[in-house]
Structure formats: C-alpha cells, structure tokens
C-alpha cells in the first residue's frame, strides 16, 4: 500500500511539473480594420500589432509555453471570434497587442488594460497581476514612459473567461515614439518584455 501511495504521489507531481500554459496572443485590428495610423513615417497599428505579436510568440516558444495566435496574417478576425479562440484552445492567459493614438502629438508611453469585475474577482485579481508583470517588463527593455495598469471595458478583456489583459504599447500619433514603434530593434525589447512578464507572471507571481 505504502509502494501504491509513493507512484501515485509521483505520478501527480510529474503531471503539475508537465504542466504547460496555453497563451493566446492577440494581434489587434487586421484586414480592413487598420487601426492607429499616421504618416511621415507612415505606420499603421494593424501591421505593428501582428509583427510585435509574432516576436512574443517567437521569445515565449523559445521559453517553452504553447502560443496560439488569434491572428498570423493581415485578415480581420472579430473580436467574438477572438475570445472564442481562447476558449476552444482552453487557454490559460489571453493578451492583446494594440497601440496607441491620439488627436495630439504630446501623449507617449505604454499602458495596460484589465477588466475589473465584482462577479469574477478572481479572474479580474489575476488580469491585473499578469498587467502589472507585463508592463513592468516592458518598461524595463524599453524605457518609455509609464501610463499605467488600468481598468478597462474593452471586448476581448471583458468577455475572456481567462485573465486577459490588453496592452497598448505606445503612440503611433507621436512623431518621436512612432519612429521608434517603426525599429524592429524597438519592437524586439517589446516583445521580449511582454514575455518576460508573462513568464514572471507564471513562475513568480500566486495566481
């Protein structure tokens, strides 16, 4: 009896130890929705979101998780479709990559977005754990300026069933920041922190 208790012991163990997450990334806006743009150097958020998505799905592979992408090429995907990926793919975390604009030039800088919710509170204490971890990150590689951790009502955030956070990561509408947004140099210290905060999130952080 005592042998049957120490295999099974060493059976669960192993299963927790096998454990790996599933991570949507998803790419913001797509096809016909563009998103954030603007010119000289002309920059659409549509085609920044899915390059620096790629890079984070590139460092997370490169870390061991399992990534699913909402989008890997320039198509439009509902937001619906979107959080029912995460679902299908029974995801354990769910980020979205946007970035930013506004009607002046002056705003900069990187913020994130959670969903505060008073019937899943648990799930709305994880979201901001894992935006809290991931800007952090972020802002350690890059260097902007800090917008913060927010509470938001986006779509993709609200209806996720999973932690799920939306990360802007910048301000195409600023001259200075979107050359910037524009260097894959740039995009890469995004990418990276945005995966270095999921797996601190993971490995560092309760849940």
């Known amino acids: 009896m005592r042998r049957f208790w120490i295999f099974l012991f060493l059976i669960t163990t192993s299963a927790l130890f096998s454990f790996t997450p599933t991570i949507v990334i998803d790419a913001g806006h797509g096809g016909t929705d563009q998103g954030a743009k603007a010119k000289n150097p002309y920059c659409e958020e549509k085609r920044l979101a899915l390059q620096t998505a790629r890079l984070v799905k590139k460092y997370l592979d490169q870390l061991g998780y399992h990534v699913v992408m909402t989008r890997n090429t320039d198509v ?31 705003p900069s800088g990187m913020e994130i977005f959670f969903h505060d919710s008073k019937e899943e509170k648990k799930r709305s204490l994880s979201s901001k754990r894992l935006a809290e971890a991931i800007l952090s990150r972020a802002l350690r590689r890059t260097a902007a300026h800090s917008r913060g951790v927010k509470k938001g009502n986006q779509y993709v955030v609200r209806e996720s069933s999973i932690p799920a956070v939306l990360f802007e990561g910048g301000f195409i509408s600023n001259p200075t920041e979107r050359i910037h947004l524009k260097s894959l140099e740039y995009q890469e210290k995004i990418a990276r922190g945005i995966a270095d905060g999921i797996d601190y999130y993971f490995k560092k952080m309760p849940h």
């Open 76 to 106: 439009f995907v509902p937001l619906p479709r979107r959080v029912e990926i995460a679902r299908q793919s029974s995801a354990t975390i769910f980020v979205s990559i946007h970035f930013n604009s506004c009607r002046t030039p002056t």
